[in-house]
């Protein structure tokens, strides 16, 4: 088995609008929660097994135009079974990001609403965060998903 | 609002703050450097985009308009792309890549960088641009406007389907008198909505609904292309003005065609006396108005009226003639009352 490669930051992009987690047991859920996986893993993959085998923080950001909009925490549970490669109860994909979604420690979940308003930090973009404002804009909605080392509990996350 | 009205909205929002605003600065400016691509605007402050000592809070901000049009085969260099569009998310992710690599081999804190979007009513300006017409040539105009007269006098149809042809005429027909005759200084009409071109016809004397009735009926024509519930009877009733729109586009652009398709109107008799009243002192009067490229343009649509004189085409030249004075109206009112009852009795009324 080919070990994971050591990385600080695992970055992608999801077209389509999340699904929220009042969905659970719908095909809508599951299929967005495959699209998710396969959006996760590259093709060809670049590892096996689990990329983060330990603590992990996820960002997640849900950009949106004129999508019916989702709350921010209904929209986690898909995302992160994807992580986890969960297909249906205990099952689960050979290949995943991380090892158990237990490991996750820090969460940050963001929606962006896209429209004349809207004023983005271009500095503290990430590019596969772009990828998703540009087709949010065209396809109505898409997400950034980010998954990084576990937070320094050293820091307030407060600060 | 048009993409260049939003975009000096976006503008004004940073001027308002104290910033300085230059809109797409050539490649080099700013000492920014050579491979950056084309910016779309740049705000800093106190007229230093680069201070050797930058104050608190950033110098200059980049503005990147993500779904702004741009010259995309110039962009791409690709000549299969049309020549101005929005470029497609590969494209446009390549361009925010090479603008942030550059950003960063500058090495600048005091510089942001900003990226902000039209909203949609961008998309609908955009929407009243002709791609399969061009409503400068005169034959496919003569066509066009045909083909709609025939299909309307069609009484077979259902009086659902008769006003949907009505409506879907309609729009057309104000577009095309939007980009070919806008009837203001700066074109606006070309990108305007319908119930905009319909007023300036009303004020032009074209069509006899005012505004204030055509709203409901301008409800419903939107309501019919967003699936919600029109008012049928007021799409129908659209017929008559619909009518004196082609009767309009037919007789200002195709005066010679006009002459055939227009029924012909008995024409009185040339009084030479009634003439000398009427156009001399039109002139002499304009030779008082004071700025100069008014009175020049009034005093060349006043010999196209005499010329046009008792002909079909006197109507739209006696239109466009008030439309050139209409600053001054006041002076020429008792005259203009005059022309208007000339031009009735040419067109028989």
């Known amino acids: 088995m080919r070990p994971a490669p050591t990385v600080r930051r695992h970055e992608f992009m999801v077209k389509g609008s999340p699904v929220s987690v009042n969905r659970y047991g719908h095909s809508q859920y599951r299929n967005w929660r495959s699209t998710v996986y ?49 297909i249906s109860g205990s099952i689960r994909h050979a290949d995943s990001v991380i090892t158990d979604d237990r490991r996750v ?10 429209g004349l308003g809207a004023r983005i930090d271009g500095r503290r973009l990430r590019r596969q965060e772009y990828a998703a404002l540009l087709h949010a804009r065209r396809g109505q909605a898409a997400v950034y998903v980010g998954v990084h080392n576990a937070p320094d509990h050293g820091v307030s996350i407060s600060r | 609002m048009t993409e260049a009205d939003q975009l000096k909205a976006i503008a004004a929002e940073f ?5 300085t605003m230059s809109f797409d600065p050539v490649p080099g400016s700013f000492n920014f450097p050579e491979d950056m691509p084309r910016l779309d605007m740049v705000a800093y402050r106190n007229g230093d985009p680069m201070p050797e000592y930058p104050p608190p809070g950033p110098s200059m901000i980049i503005v990147e308009v993500a779904n702004r049009r741009r010259r995309i085969r110039k962009e791409t260099g690709r000549a299969d ?47 009243r641009s002709f791609t399969d017409f061009s409503p400068w040539n005169t034959e496919q105009l003569l066509k066009e406007m045909k083909d709609a007269r025939a299909r309307l006098a069609d009484r077979q149809r259902t009086a659902d389907d008769r006003a949907l042809e009505v409506v879907v005429t309609w729009a057309r027909a104000l577009r095309i008198l939007g980009h070919r005759f806008p009837g203001r200084r700066h074109k606006e009409l070309q990108k305007a909505d319908l119930r905009t071109i319909q ?25 019919l292309f967003e699936g919600g519930s029109p008012e ?21 652009f195709l005066q010679d065609e006009a002459e055939t398709i227009t029924e012909t109107v008995a024409t009185p008799p040339r009084d030479e006396d009634a003439d000398r009243d009427l156009f001399e002192p039109l002139a002499l009067r304009l030779g008082q108005i004071e700025v100069q490229p008014i009175r020049r343009l ?52």
């Open chain 2, 81 to 127: 792309h049309p020549y101005w569009a929005e470029l497609d998310e590969e494209e446009a992710q390549y361009r925010f890549e090479r603008i942030s690599d550059s950003l960063q081999a500058l090495q600048r804190d005091d510089i942001d960088f900003q990226v902000r979007f039209l909203d949609v009513s961008a998309d609908q300006a955009e929407a």
């Open chain 1, 38 to 86: 396969s959006a996760s893993i590259p093709t060809p993959p670049t590892w096996s097994g689990s990329l983060f085998a330990g603590e992990c923080s996820v960002r997640i950001r849900y950009f949106r135009v004129r999508d019916r909009i989702k709350d921010v925490d209904n929209i986690l549970k898909a995302i992160l079974d994807a992580l986890d490669g969960k």
């Open chain 2, 298 to 349: 009034a005093t060349d649509q006043l010999a196209l009226l005499r010329q046009t004189d008792l002909t079909p085409a006197f109507r739209q030249a006696l239109i466009d003639f008030e439309q050139t004075i209409s600053s001054e109206r006041d002076q020429f009112e008792d005259l203009l009352r005059l022309l208007r009852e000339r031009s009735k009795q040419i067109r028989g009324v």
């Open chain 2, 199 to 223: 007023k300036d016809l009303y004020d032009a004397g074209v069509i006899d609904t005012p505004p204030s009735d055509y709203f409901r009926t301008h409800q419903s024509i939107l309501a």
């Open chain 2, 15 to 19: 001027r308002v703050a104290g910033w």
């Open chain 1, 105 to 114: 420690e820090l969460v940050m979940s963001q929606r962006t609403n896209l």
């Open chain 2, 232 to 252: 049928w009877p007021l799409l129908q009733s659209l017929e008559a003005d619909l009518n004196k729109i082609i009767d309009h586009i037919i007789s200002r």
